[in-house]
């Protein structure tokens, strides 16, 4: 079968996968909303709340996955600004072996593609391998979201793929 590699100083990654269905049905009932997605953003809209400007998001999310990754820092609380001031960036990009989702029936039999991590689900933390023991806590608002999943590293000896590059990035946000 070959060598298929293996990730270097190992963490878990705590994933809230978006769950499309539920945040698509309508979430407000008899309210104006007919679904939970701006059909022109193709975003998560903001229910509104009373007492609240803001509301709250009708983002839907399916139960945790945890995923042993490779953490690879691009920028953690890099200085942005935005009209109403300065924010923190963030960007990582997190490393996860095929063979993990391989055994965890994360892809997909007829395309091949990773069903997890997918464009829209959110790091909620990076723990421990050893003890699930919290070594970063990812705060939401802004958030870090996946925006993109790469397959990496065809080959080696085994001649299959080994790696899947999964992009973050926040999701700052300004205020009027």
Known sequence: MGYRGRLIWPFVARFARLDTAATAADPDGAGPLASGYDPI??????????????????????????????????????????????????????????????DMG????????????RKGDRLKSIRHRSDLSLVQEVPTPPGLYVVEAQPRSHGLSGLRRNLLAITLRDRPRSKP
Not at 66 to 82: G, H, N
């Open 106 to 117: 994360l892809i997909d039999a007829g395309t091949g593609d990773a069903l997890a991590p």
């Open 41 to 102: 953003f193709r975003e998560p809209v903001q229910v509104p709340q009373s007492g609240s400007q803001d509301g709250q998001s009708a983002r839907q999310e399916l139960e945790d996955l945890d995923l042993t990754v490779q953490v690879e820092d691009q920028a953690w609380e890099q200085l942005r600004e935005m009209r109403t001031g300065s924010i923190n960036a963030i960007e990582m990009t997190l490393v996860v072996h095929f063979r993990e989702l391989e």
